[in-house]
């Protein structure tokens, strides 16, 4: 582990070097495995925010309060200390920097991170697809890549959505992501877009299951779950 | 049930299994014949035992049980599985 940031009241950003890693693709995961030292073992599968070439791979992770391995990664892991990543995983749920029909990213809490990266080979490869990324968090100050959202990118799009509480004056009232919202910010599908929903399992299908009423082409929308609530 | 996940989150796990991305693949349901990705299954279980579903249908496709030596597979639900390579 080459360095940790707290980026949410429960959550962090964690950078590995990994040797020989050689890269991935936007919007990959990898399995992270923790030895006890009785030699009890678990598993579990973190989105990277990085892409491209190169070592060094970061991972947002969120603390689940009743996890074996979040709260590990995100109070107790030290620069230095090592651990097993398996990796690159999926090439299902990816973008490639070939592709040019719009792109809308939907993420719910920690979903947000294959979908950060995503954006940032987006930038990387200065694509001219338009991409529009609506983000969805309890709180502003639970938000990941708060800043790095907030600056402008060229071709991106970026609606917030609270569902708990939201800043000061914010124009939409506190509440979960609806027909509505995807209504009034999300690509219609008139353009084709192919949709990327990445979050908590009842996120993702509530999200998944409003895009098809709304005349989205199933096949055209890529899920990815998170699991818990 | 909000606490399974996706046919993405096998893609470790099976890739000790099998030489190609797992989740890529098409499995045709043998109970409804729905051809699928991988990816878009549904997983229900832990790490010491996985049952994935059909997207469509919710009939098992696959059970997938960690052993003290090994891992052991049931594919019945499957009629076949188409790989790219």
Redesign the interface.
Known sequence: MAETRPETPSGSLIMLDVPGWGGNLAGQ???VRLTAPDGYQ??R?YSVASSGGGNRIELGVDKLPKGEVSPYLVDELRVGDELEV??P?????VWHPEQTEPVQLIGGGSGIVPLMAMIRAHTAAESTAPFRLLYSVRRPEDAFFRQELAQPTPDLAVTWLFTRQTSPGWPRSAGRIGEADLRAAAFPPGVSPTVFVCG???FVETVASALVELGHDPQGV???????? | MAGHVDGNALAGVLSELFSFDVTLARARCASCGDVSVFAKALVYGSEHGRVLRCCQCDDVLMVVVARPDGMRLQLRGMSWLDVGL
């Open positions: 995961h990898v399995d678990a598993a599968s398996r990796g995983l999926g090439g299902w749920f908590p399992t009842g890529k899920t990815e779950r998170f699991g818990g609530t």
